[in-house]
């Protein structure tokens, strides 16, 4: 059986002592220790929830902000394509009108150069046609006479189909 002598008791009262020595100095100080731990702990992940939060926030934004630019670099594309198309059709279109008018300037030059030796052709003809004439009647014409076989010649050279 257990017996109580002075040691049994004298050691229970030195276990409550500690235990109350402890209690007033090492348990509230490292309870008070372990608290503020948690609390701690507690913050950082609830900041680390936001800061997570927040960078996920921050990859959205960032994403539509690439999309966004994708978008404008595309239309930016498109425009400057259809700009280029417009700007090959005009100078097409310019090409054209330009030939245009310098066909028509040739086609007018190459006429009044037509109409000048025409004119330089008829006024030859009726010179050798006079000096021909002059030959073969061996005599000399008036200058009224030279005027009307002209004009005769003339009327009838302007009729022919050239």
């Known amino acids: 059986m257990l017996e109580f002598n002075a040691t049994l008791l004298a050691q229970i009262v030195d276990f409550i ?17 372990l608290s503020e731990r948690s609390e701690h702990i507690e913050r950082n992940i609830a900041a680390a929830e936001k800061e997570r939060q927040q960078a996920e ?24 394509t259809k700009a280029g198309e417009e700007q090959a059709l005009q100078i097409i279109e310019n090409a054209k009108n330009e030939t245009v008018r310098m066909k028509e300037t040739a086609l007018a030059e190459i006429e009044r150069e037509k109409q000048k030796a025409m004119a330089e052709l008829r006024d030859q003809v009726v010179t ?10 061996n005599r000399s014409m008036s200058s009224e006479i ?7 010649f003339i009327k009838e ?3 022919l189909p050239c």
């Not at 020595?21 to 490292?30: C, G, H, N």
């Not at 050798?128 to 009647?137: E, P, R, T």
């Not at 030279?146 to 005769?152: L, P, S, Y």
């Open 57 to 80: 926030q921050l990859r959205a934004s960032y994403e539509a902000e690439m999309r966004r630019a994708r978008e404008q670099a595309q239309e930016i594309i498109q425009k400057a």
């Open 17 to 33: 002592i500690l235990l109350i020595f402890l209690r007033l100095v090492a348990y509230k100080p490292l309870m008070k220790l």
């Open 128 to 137: 050798l046609s006079i000096l021909v004439a002059g030959k073969i009647i």
């Open 146 to 152: 030279q005027h009307e076989i002209v004009r005769d």
């Open 157 to 159: 050279a302007g009729e």
